[in-house]
């Protein structure tokens, strides 16, 4: 398997071998489907809380006569029929929204993103990507220069430069290895890897 080598104004260079293992696997629609879901629902917080009929606030009177209004029966307006009144089934704070996904099924489905990126030539690979000075304008025009605007990078490391230059960038996300996620694998247009990475990633996924 050979990825594109960028240069520093975004042209492919020359070619790079790329571990089959990670960057030749086959699409498996299924399998990347259920780890970005999994991925999305363990970032859920599950704080939301609602009140059932004992804790909302309301008066234990009988809203109106039992008989001769045409109307049904209700003893108080708690009741989850009546507006304002307490869910039946609420949400409670503790709620669980974790989903499990073994090792082996995400090293699986994780090398099937990056396979499929190549394929579609969404990945490219660089050298190595540094800035000298904490600078988002340097950055900015080195991405410029590139010809990319919607790019995702994952570096062998991210000193507090590169960390410091890139997180004002909209649309721009620079991650080491071990921070990179499906949800923005398929999200952004362009993943560049440098090369050290791409042995991490070999590592990691293999």
């Not at 008989?67 to 949400?91: D, H, V």
């Not at 990078?153 to 921070?179: K, T």
Request: charged share 25%; glycine share 6%.
């Amino acid at each position: 398997m050979q990825l594109e080598l960028l240069n520093d104004q975004g042209q492919a260079a020359s070619k790079v071998d790329a571990p089959e293992t990670v960057f030749g696997r086959e699409y498996n629609e299924a399998l990347i489907h259920q780890i970005v879901v999994a991925y999305q629902a363990n970032a859920r917080q599950g704080t939301r809380a609602q009140k059932d009929r004992e804790q909302v606030h309301h008066s234990t009177k009988k809203p109106f006569k039992q008989k001769g209004t045409g109307r049904a029966r209700a003893g108080m307006t708690s009741s989850p029929l009546w507006r304002g009144g307490g869910r039946i089934f609420p949400n409670m704070p503790d709620e669980n929204f974790t989903q499990k996904i073994n090792k082996k099924m995400y090293r699986a489905g994780m090398a099937s993103i990056f396979s499929q990126l190549a394929r579609e030539g969404r990945l490219a690979v660089v050298d190595s990507f540094k800035v000298e000075t904490p600078k988002t304008k340097q950055l900015a025009a080195k991405f410029k220069a590139m010809s990319l605007d919607n790019v995702l990078v994952i570096a062998d490391e991210v000193d507090e430069n590169l960390y410091l230059a890139s997180r004002n960038l909209i649309n721009i996300l620079i991650v080491e290895p071990r921070y990179a996620d499906p949800v923005s694998l398929v999200n952004f247009k362009k993943v560049l890897v440098t090369k050290g990475a791409m042995d991490k990633l070999k590592e990691m996924f293999a």
